[in-house]
T-cell receptor
């Protein structure tokens, strides 16, 4: 049982390049989330999804897009990467939102030069 | 607006000591207060959680103390061990709403 799997684990981009981060969960969870973690800033929610085919903005959505075409997958896209998007990105999933545990992947470390 | 304030930002404790991390919240509608533990290179993982109908919850060496009137909750780690060295996040939410995380506390337990 893999839980939440994120790919890739590391990536270096140049400013202006685009890329997609993939998150897959095998727990049949309805809710999925993308966070970024920066030193001293904690976990900030970028986008989330309450079910297949749905997406919604979180706290820091600018510069990112997401898609949830399949229940088990949640993709995070950067259309034109900027140095300010250098961060560690975490995907999480939960059976329900609010007062339910969130299960996190091990993160993608993204550096933008 | 930071809805959950966590302190301290970092904490150094000797092996066998007690580690205490505090969080304060603003929204009285919050009804779920979890703590997450994150080791370097890993994602956060749920450690322990409490609901406001109890004032304390204990799981092994980890205890959450909850003060509803003060809108505060804290994590106590008894007999702290070097293996407890990690970053700890408090969080809060209300039913059908998203979790709001504190900014984290980096705990170092010296041998």
């Amino acid at each position: 049982n893999a839980g939440v799997t994120q790919t890739p684990k590391f990536r270096v981009l140049k400013t202006g390049q685009s890329m997609t981060l993939l998150c897959a969960q095998d727990m049949n969870h309805e809710y999925m989330y993308w966070y970024r973690q920066d030193p001293g800033m904690g976990l900030r929610l970028i986008h989330y999804s309450v079910g297949e085919g749905t997406t919604a903005k979180g706290e820091v959505p600018d510069g990112y897009n997401v898609s949830r075409l399949k229940k088990q997958n949640f993709l995070l896209g950067l259309e034109s990467a900027a140095p300010s998007q250098t961060s560690v990105y975490f995907c999480a999933s939960s059976y329900l939102t609010g007062n339910q545990p969130q299960h996190f992947g091990d993160g993608t470390r993204l550096s933008i030069l | 607006q930071q809805q959950v304030k966590q302190s301290p930002q970092s904490l150094i404790v000797q092996k066998g000591g007690i580690s205490i991390i505090n969080c304060a919240y603003e929204n009285t509608a919050f009804d779920y207060f979890p703590w997450y533990q994150q080791f370097p290179g890993k994602g956060p993982a749920l450690l322990i959680a409490i609901r406001p109908d109890v004032s304390e919850k204990k799981e092994g060496r980890f205890t959450i103390s909850f003060n509803k009137s003060a809108k505060q909750f804290s994590l106590h780690i008894m007999d702290s061990q070097p293996g407890d060295s990690a970053t700890y996040f408090c969080a809060a939410s209300k039913a059908s709403e998203k979790l709001v995380f504190g900014k984290g506390t980096k705990l170092t337990v010296n041998p």
